[in-house]
T-cell receptor, first 112, second 114 residues
Framework: GNSVTQMEGPVTLSEEAFLTINCTYTATGYPSLFWYVQYPGEGLQLLLKATKADDKGSNKGFEATYRKETTSFHLEKGSVQVSDSAVYFCALGDTGRRALTFGSGTRLQVQP | DTAVSQTPKYLVTQMGNDKSIKCEQNLGHDTMYWYKQDSKKFLKIMFSYNNKELIINETVPNRFSPKSPDKAHLNLHINSLELGDSAVYFC?????????????FGPGTRLTVL
């Protein structure tokens, strides 16, 4: 079946540091890939997505590239802010299932 | 305007009780979902409805019964609550149910079973 593996958290960074959160997936066919963010006490919000190989999703300074050859969709940001502190979820949407398969989430803590 | 709303936001109840969580979306979407988030933040699909028709029913105990009175609503009823049901339950919706569709999530309902 489909699965998504994310790096363990928490990730603790200083403001303006570079961020990478690793995400790899296992799926049949050609899934779409998503990053969702969950701020404390809130629901999930879409951060970015990519629907085919080599697509790059980007939003609010975050970006991720759909790499079919390495089955990866790593999230990056060049300079994090305290307001980026949240839990980040990598997710996969496959054509047959009509639901997202989520990774376990990675908590990011940014210190001033 | 709230896109996907859930009520209540918090629910504290005793073991053995029956409770319901309501979800409404005003986005005109065709597909709605219920996800369960456990204490370690892991999210798992429970149910999916498309135009009031059940599409996905994961290995969820029969005590959980979704009901979709119309396309904009998907409620979750839980019978005989158990301690292990304590979690945050998220409702979501999407335009279609395709793999590329963005899902929009409600704020969650934190259920605590004592």
């Amino acid at each position: 079946g489909n699965s998504v593996t994310q790096m363990e958290g928490p990730v603790t960074l200083s403001e303006e540091a570079f961020l990478t959160i690793n995400c790899t997936y296992t799926a049949t066919g050609y899934p779409s890939l998503f990053w969702y963010v969950q701020y404390p006490g809130e629901g999930l919000q879409l951060l970015l997505k990519a629907t085919k190989a080599d697509d790059k999703g980007s939003n609010k300074g975050f970006e991720a590239t759909y790499r079919k050859e390495t089955t990866s969709f790593h999230l990056e940001k060049g300079s994090v802010q305290v307001s980026d502190s949240a839990v980040y979820f990598c997710a996969l949407g496959d054509t047959g299932r009509r639901a997202l398969t989520f990774g376990s989430g990675t908590r990011l803590q940014v210190q001033p | 305007d709230t896109a996907v709303s859930q009520t209540p936001k918090y629910l504290v109840t005793q073991m053995g009780n029956d409770k319901s969580i309501k979800c409404e979306q005003n986005l005109g979407h065709d597909t709605m979902y219920w996800y369960k988030q456990d204490s370690k933040k892991f999210l798992k699909i429970m149910f999916s409805y498309n135009n009031k028709e059940l599409i996905i029913n994961e290995t969820v105990p029969n005590r959980f019964s979704p009901k979709s009175p119309d396309k904009a609503h998907l409620n979750l009823h839980i019978n005989s609550l158990e301690l292990g049901d304590s979690a945050v339950y998220f409702c979501a919706s999407s335009q279609g149910g395709g793999s590329t569709d963005t899902q929009y999530f409600g704020p969650g309902t934190r259920l605590t079973v004592l």
